[in-house]
């Protein structure tokens, strides 16, 4: 059964940074491309980050590009997000998000997300 | 980036009735590379339809998607009570991957 377990969240001050974990299980990770999508409180749904197997070949939101790095350790089965000057419109739950196989995929597994808050 | 503009925002309907969700995008979706999701309160989302028209694994085939270039259509023939939910459009086939803004369908 796969399962994505997302962690790091909490409440941050604007300005400051945060490093969001997702320990993957019950499939073969580096065979896959893995995404992080937000929700704001009551909103929809926003793609943040994707990453290929490899990280090879890495894609971001035009919102995020620039504050925002995503990454992932293969041998440890997990996927990161590093998210630096952190602004009041980052508050959302992130989902980690497993693609079907490649970065030009549609997301199949998604686990059941960590909230970040930002404010002071 | 593709905007993604999903109709109606709120659907509201008896079980047993079928349902029509409109997904256009603002340039052609590469591909058909669309995908429909499905989403209950205090759940993540759940993949139904991907390649505008393909059943993900598990899902009935009373959910349908159809459509190409940049109109798209996510159709429930006839509504189950667990039916009822937000429904999401995604592209992703371009580096921005987008979602529309969803539709709520709800019980009439």
């Known amino acids: 059964e796969v399962q994505l377990v997302e962690s790091g969240g909490g409440l941050v001050q604007p300005g400051r940074s945060l490093r969001l974990s997702c320990a993957a299980s019950g499939f073969t990770f580096e065979d896959y491309a893995m995404n992080w999508v937000r929700q704001a409180p009551g909103k929809g749904l926003e793609w943040v980050s994707g990453i290929s197997w490899n990280s090879d070949s890495i894609a971001y939101a035009d919102s995020v590009k620039g504050r925002i790095t995503i990454s992932r350790d293969n041998a440890k089965n997990s996927l990161y997000l590093q998210m630096n000057s952190l602004r009041a419109e980052d508050t959302a739950l992130y989902y980690c998000?497993?693609?079907?196989?490649?970065?030009?995929?549609?997301?199949?597994?998604w686990g059941q997300g960590t909230l970040v808050t930002v404010s002071s | 980036e593709i905007v993604l503009t999903q109709s109606p925002g709120t659907l509201s309907l008896s079980p047993g009735e079928r349902a029509t969700l409109s997904c256009r995008a603002s340039q052609s979706v590469s591909s058909s590379y669309l995908a429909w999701y499905q989403q209950k309160p205090g759940q993540a989302p759940r993949l139904l339809i991907y390649?505008?028209?393909s059943r993900a694994t598990g899902i009935p085939d009373r959910f349908s998607g159809s459509g190409s270039g940049t109109d798209f259509t996510l159709t429930i023939s006839r509504l189950e009570p667990e039916d009822f939910a937000v429904y999401y459009c995604q592209q992703y086939g371009s580096s921005q991957r987008t979602f529309g803004q969803g539709t709520k369908l709800e019980i009439k």
């Open positions: 998000a497993k693609s079907q196989i490649g970065l030009w995929e549609p997301i199949d597994y």
């Open positions: 390649g505008a028209s």
